[in-house]
């Protein structure tokens, strides 16, 4: 009897404590003893209390990389608040009418980042972003940890990669870019960090657009710790094809064989220089690998390479083209200081032998010149509308976020956002020195008697010792004049 008078008294304490818990989130000055800066709180409660938990996983001898595995969805209910007022409730979770999942996610992130990153799933479809249009409801988002990792940048770390492969990705006119806000994130009443709220590269109305019969796959460097995938015949030893969508639980034998026979078919064509018109999207895959070229992005292994085809029609297998899909990880921004090292490499994906033919390249140039005269001041225009939007709670949120990772943000936000823009522009001008190689020019003509020009420097601003134009090497440089004007110049 004793036993169960404790045990009525323990679940009587226990609901008020929950009780006292939802009252929490209502108090508009903190939470939790916490002064939140203005931005949204994702208040997470799991069932028993339970923490995603995941085990490191290494790769089998002749593959690479590091992973995770039994990183289980832990169900619980979600809150998001905004300065206590309550924006989302997910309530309860009950399987497939309410409530939310959450894991660890990531490869080498979800093994050694001390800030986990996590997948959420909605039991039901939600806006997280509030944009207030019903086409942007899904099920799946993604946290992501703010700090990034880079050699490249002050401090070797930085904040604001994923802002930046964001701002170009949109400058390019991308088929979808993933957007986000950040959030701060408190799970069992434990405070987590601030973190970046993201769309995830699914298929939905607002994101990847894929009809039922179509497919959307990745070039999967982590192939060997999924559960299916399929290998290509030109396809190196340590990737292969995993799935997006279909679902894995989805994918018949009947449906792996059609991919891999088209994926076959397409490389066939590509790899003996015959006729692509009918398998890719040219721009499509332009713009991808020059999105990586601006970025100057160092990581071929581990860049997220999808794949998608919107329809496969069996009477009509040519219906629709292979595109690519979003660009994702941006960790290695910067850190090539020449072409990215997926434009190069011949050890990883396509774009090496689609760069040895006419047509791509040609299309690759076309969207260079149309791109060109204001990527900057789209670049620009994009962190301009990130800092009206975040400069007065980044900092904030960020010293929030020092608390648990003191070693982080040590940069301020404007800091951080013009050394972006800075290395941006640089890269730019790298470009355009590059690009002389697949018949780039500006059609900028100079004269050797130019007694207005008052001094060159090359593309990083570095000043040469004269201005003697006829003593300069191919390449591209600033031309400064009296007037204050600038110009830019390729010597050929």
């Not at 940048?153 to 006119?173: D, P, R």
Request: glycine share 6%; hydrophobic share 35%.
């Amino acid at each position: 009897m004793t036993n169960i008078i404790m045990m009525i008294f323990n679940k009587k304490v226990s609901i008020g404590i929950n009780l006292l818990f939802l009252g929490l989130l209502m108090i508009p000055c903190s939470v939790y003893g916490i002064d939140f800066p203005n931005l949204p709180v994702l208040n997470i409660v799991t069932v028993n209390g339970e923490m995603p938990t995941s085990t490191i996983v290494y790769a089998p001898e002749g593959c690479s990389g590091v992973s995770i595995t039994d990183n289980e969805y832990v169900p619980g209910r979600m809150i998001v608040t905004l300065k206590g007022n309550t924006l989302y409730d997910t309530k309860e979770y009950v399987k497939g009418e309410s409530g939310m999942r959450i894991k660890i996610r990531g490869n080498s992130t979800g093994a050694y980042m001390n800030q986990h990153p996590y997948k959420i799933k909605l039991s039901k479809k939600y806006d997280l972003l509030e944009r207030g249009d019903k086409s942007f409801k899904h099920k799946d988002w993604v946290l992501l940890s703010m700090y990034t990792w880079n050699v490249k940048m002050t401090n070797q770390e930085s904040n604001i990669l994923n802002i930046a492969g964001t701002i170009v990705s949109k400058a390019l006119n991308k088929e979808w870019t993933p957007d986000f806000t950040f959030v701060n994130v408190v799970i069992n009443d434990e405070y987590q960090g601030m973190y970046y709220l993201m769309e995830s590269a699914e298929r939905g109305d607002k994101r990847v657009i894929i009809d039922d019969t179509g497919f959307m796959i990745e070039d999967d460097t982590f192939w060997w710790n999924e559960n299916i995938y399929f290998k290509t015949d030109y396809q190196k030893t340590n990737v292969a094809f995993t799935y997006k969508y279909p679902d894995d639980d989805d994918v018949t034998d009947s449906i792996q064989n059609i991919i891999r026979n088209y994926m076959n078919e397409f490389e066939r064509v590509l790899y003996s220089k015959g006729d692509l018109s009918s398998y890719i999207d040219f721009e499509s895959f332009a713009k991808w690998i020059l999105i990586h070229d601006i970025l100057g992005t160092d990581d071929a292994a581990g860049c997220n390479r999808f794949i998608y085809k919107y329809d496969y029609n069996k009477d009509n297998p040519y219906s629709s083209k292979l595109q690519m899909g979003p660009v994702w990880d941006y960790d290695s921004t910067f850190r090539s200081d020449d072409w990215s090292t997926l434009h190069t490499n011949e050890e990883w994906f396509y774009f090496t032998k689609l760069f040895e033919r006419d047509d791509f390249r040609r299309v690759y140039l076309q969207l260079w010149q149309s791109i060109r005269p204001n990527i900057l001041s789209d670049i620009q225009s994009g962190f301009d509308e990130i800092w009206n939007k975040y400069g007065d709670v980044f900092d904030e949120s960020m010293k929030l976020h020092q608390t648990i990772y003191p070693n982080e943000g040590r940069q301020s936000f404007r800091s951080q956002i013009d050394e972006v823009i800075e290395k941006l522009t640089n890269r730019v001008y790298l470009l355009d020195n590059l690009m002389t190689q697949y018949g780039y020019t500006d059609n900028i003509s100079i004269t050797s008697d130019d007694s207005s020009l008052m001094d060159i420097t090359d593309i990083y601003g570095r000043p040469l010792n004269s201005t003697d134009i006829n003593r300069l090497s191919k390449g591209m440089y600033i031309f400064r004049y009296v007037n204050q004007n600038n110009k830019k110049v390729m010597i050929k």
